[in-house]
């Protein structure tokens, strides 16, 4: 190494280790100073990475997201779950949903296009969360990650206090990029097409500048159509990143993500009115299941910059720490959507059942002490009479924040303990800019002139003090301090851990124009505490039984957005307890756990169905009537299996079921888009000897129980019922249960991967997700895809 450069070197080590606080420790003290003493025994230090050989590159046994260390996931007192970035490859999965619904039981939510979006034991999770920190508040998604640039996904199951203090009640997705090896020259290009869906080529290089340096980039372009009529989606990924050897207990990281996706604003098709509360949806008669409402006009775009510095020190012998600072920039500007309601056909609810029931109209009499219901008939025209309306309206979002870490982990063992402690600090400052368009109406269209179907160009009025206030500007600051332990008794056959996590929130309207009268003083101060406890007890060796207790502190209102930002926000807060067994048998070749849990959870703010049928229907007034969001008190509960077994060198299967219930409490009614059950099973079987040797192949299943359309709540009057009754309000109609399987195969050598994979291979008719009954998304049929990579 040249003079200057280890001049260089010296400066950068001694700056961060200033930021560090650790200073004092940037080195063991010489034997010119320090009296030589008995030789300490050699620790293990906590790691903040994951580096660890597996028997199966599609198991995992360590985690990070339950204390943001590296820790065995039999030794965590929490259902943890992981997906690798072999699987998320070899399943062809185009977002991260795709491969987790393999691993552990998650679902599908409303919305398959414009952010990952899906169900954690009952509970929906649509923000954005990548290595550790939540990006773009609550309503900063609109587009899946693209997995390109992911290295493995970890599943938290539940609330936790220490990654996400106020996060989702049923748990996250933390997915964790790719970061530069040290010391390793690899490098690949990649081709994926697909008949529905992403088409890309792609690139990942890694290249080792000299013994302590590396330099990664990857990169893709994708450029695609869908399904559905008009369906497109395209954009681009550039993640560039380095690592530096600083010394031998200093190691920095830089990374930074520039990505660009424009895609349809598919929101679906209308339901035809001849379902009610006790059928199955299907598309309305007459529109092909492929239709859309929509053209170019109609689209999400999502563009991201983010930079991430990071510095991993060894602070003497027991000690590690992370000095992480993340900043990035994200626009999400969406305009439009695809759906349509069907005009004149009144929708109403018996108020003696609370249910819909197709070609009748309710009306009840509420004058009196007592509600008198009525109906009337109102049988359903024929199809061909229908008239669709479109009305749809555009949101746009500009983010620009920035996040710190520092983290501190301690580990000591001595002859009858072991102790982790992990202390540290974050914090997070957003300014977000929120414009809300009022909706624009096209015209509308008779069923009989669906095949000259035209789509004449939208302008959607600027927000202004008329339309609401929709321009707006905020700023969000919080803090979170936590404190983390883990002590191992017995030699580690009896493990007690305990957090506690103090947030302090502030989101802030600082702009001073256009102020509704309905928000006189916008300004929302949040603290919270939330808390883990968990106990592992392993009676002999490869089974852990564990018990936890996990509370999520409350939530801030996020962007501004009149759903969330108001009078009527309540903050959310919530706990879950979870006990099971974990297994880790067979020379970590069988991994498998099965949990209970109980969720109980207050305040969680859901999307009003009735309000954005409403708007599609042009019927806005009537919208602005409704509260949106719906704020729920729930509790979920039941249990949930997953495994991984690598059988032998050639077959790996994996799989999970959950079977549980949530409900509104009281009413009884149940939450739109979560099954009761749900589970998924997949087996790999790769070729290792003879004459197809490298050959794979592959299958996988998976179930998703029948669920609602809608949320319901409230009752249908508010006079009593005769009978001193009230009755709640019920979804307007269910979504089928479904099965899917995808069939695959491969060809592996050693410079180069073929994949051909068949979705729906049975070419199953199923509706993929339906928030309302103006916006149900057919799911695709059967669909080949195709891929191959080179390395090199």
Not at 133 to 157: H, M, V, W
Not at 318 to 340: C, I, K, P, W, Y
Not at 375 to 391: C, E, Q
Not at 433 to 447: G, V, W
């Amino acid at each position: 190494m040249t003079l200057p450069a280890v001049i260089l070197r010296h400066r950068v080590l001694a700056c961060l280790g200033l930021l560090a606080g650790s200073l004092g420790a940037q080195s063991t003290p010489s034997a010119d100073t320090v009296p030589a003493g008995p030789a300490e025994p050699t620790v293990v230090l906590p790691a903040f990475v994951i580096e660890e050989e597996t028997p199966n590159p599609y198991q995992s046994n360590q985690a990070l997201s339950a204390s943001r260390v590296a820790t065995s996931i039999q030794d965590i007192p929490q259902t943890i779950s992981v997906v690798t970035s072999d699987f998320l490859k070899d399943t062809m999965s185009t977002r991260m949903l795709d491969a987790a619904k393999y691993i552990t039981p998650v679902v599908e939510s409303t919305l398959p296009v414009g952010g990952d979006r899906y169900m954690i034991r009952g509970f929906q999770v649509s923000h954005e969360f990548i290595d550790g920190t939540e990006i773009s508040g609550q309503d900063g998604y609109s587009a899946s990650l693209p997995n390109f640039n992911i290295e493995r996904i970890e599943i938290i199951k539940g609330p936790n206090a220490i990654l996400v203090p106020g996060g989702s009640p049923g748990g996250q997705f933390n997915p964790i990029t790719k970061s530069p090896i040290i010391g390793k020259d690899q490098s690949s290009v990649s081709m994926d097409w697909a008949q529905y869906g992403t088409t890309s080529v792609s690139t990942d290089l890694n290249r080792i500048v000299n013994d302590d340096m590396a330099v990664r980039l990857v990169a893709a372009y994708w450029d695609n159509d869908g399904y559905t009529r008009g369906y497109f989606r395209t954009g681009y990924l550039l993640a560039p990143s380095f690592a530096w050897q600083l010394s031998d207990n200093h190691k920095l990281n830089v990374k930074a993500e520039f990505m660009q996706n424009r895609e349809t604003t598919l929101v679906g098709l209308p339901i035809d009115p001849s379902v009610g509360s006790d059928d199955y949806a299907f598309i309305a008669r007459g529109l092909p299941r492929d239709f859309s409402f929509g053209n170019d006009q109609d689209f999400r775009h999502r563009a991201t910059e983010r930079l991430t510095v990071e510095l991993l020190s060894n602070l003497g012998n027991h000690v590690t720490s992370r000095l992480q600072f993340m900043a990035n920039h994200v626009v999400r500007e969406d305009q439009g959507g695809t759906s349509a309601a069907i005009a004149g056909i009144p929708v109403t609810r018996n108020p003696t059942t609370g249910k819909y029931e197709p070609g009748i109209t309710w009306s009840v009499d509420q004058s009196g002490p007592t509600a008198v219901p009525s109906s009337t008939p109102s049988p359903i025209p024929d199809p061909s009479t229908w008239l669709f309306t479109r009305n749809n309206g555009a949101v746009d979002l500009f983010y620009t924040e920035g996040h710190f870490r520092n983290d501190y982990a301690a580990k000591f063992e001595e002859e009858w303990f072991n102790s982790t402690t992990i202390a540290g600090v974050s914090a997070n400052y957003s300014r977000v800019q929120f414009k809300a368009y009022p909706a624009a109406a096209r015209p509308s269209i008779l069923a009989s002139d669906l095949d000259s179907i035209t789509f004449p160009d939208r302008v959607w009025p600027q927000p202004s003090l008329a339309a609401g206030g929709g321009n707006r500007t905020g700023r969000q600051q919080d803090l979170q301090l936590f404190v983390y332990e883990n002590l191992g008794l017995l030699d580690d056959r009896i493990l007690l851990s305990g957090g506690v996590s103090r947030y302090f929130g502030n989101l802030q309207r600082i702009d001073d124009t256009g102020l509704p009268p309905a928000i006189t003083d916008p300004d929302y101060s949040l603290s919270t505490t939330a808390k883990t406890l968990g106990l592992v007890v392993k009676p002999i060796e490869g089974v852990s039984l564990f018990y936890s207790f996990n509370s999520s502190g409350g939530t801030m209102p996020s962007s501004l957005n009149p759903g969330t930002y108001g009078s009527s926000f309540r903050a959310a807060a919530g706990e879950q307890d979870e006990f099971g067994v974990k297994l880790n048998l067979f020379e970590d070749r069988l991994t498998a756990s099965v949990a209970y849990f109980d969720i109980s959870q207050q305040n969680y703010a859901v999307p009003n169905s009735d309000y954005y049928t409403l708007v599609a229907q042009g019927r806005q007034a009537e919208a602005d009537l409704l509260p949106n969001p719906l704020y729920l008190d729930l509790n979920s509960k039941g249990w949930e299996a997953e495994f991984a077994w690598a059988v032998n060198k050639n077959l790996t299967l994996i799989g999970n079921f959950t079977s549980f219930e949530i409900r509104q409490p009281i009413t009884e009614v149940r939450v739109r888009a979560v099954p009761d059950q749900n589970g998924a099973i997949y087996a790999d079987y790769q070729f290792g000897e003879g004459a197809l040797s490298g050959f794979g192949v592959n299958i996988g299943i998976d179930y998703k129980g029948d669920v609602v359309g809608e949320n319901a709540t409230g009752y249908t009057t508010s006079t009593p019922l005769p009978g001193d009754v009230f009755v709640p309000n019920q979804p307007t109609f269910l979504v089928d249960a479904r099965t899917l399987v995808n069939l695959g195969f491969s060809y592996k050598s050693e410079q180069w991967t073929s994949r051909l994979q068949f979705n729906n291979v049975l070419d199953k008719d199923y509706i993929l997700a339906a928030g309302s009954r103006t916006a149900a998304v057919p799911g695709n049929p059967f669909n080949v895809k195709a891929s191959f990579t080179y390395k090199f």
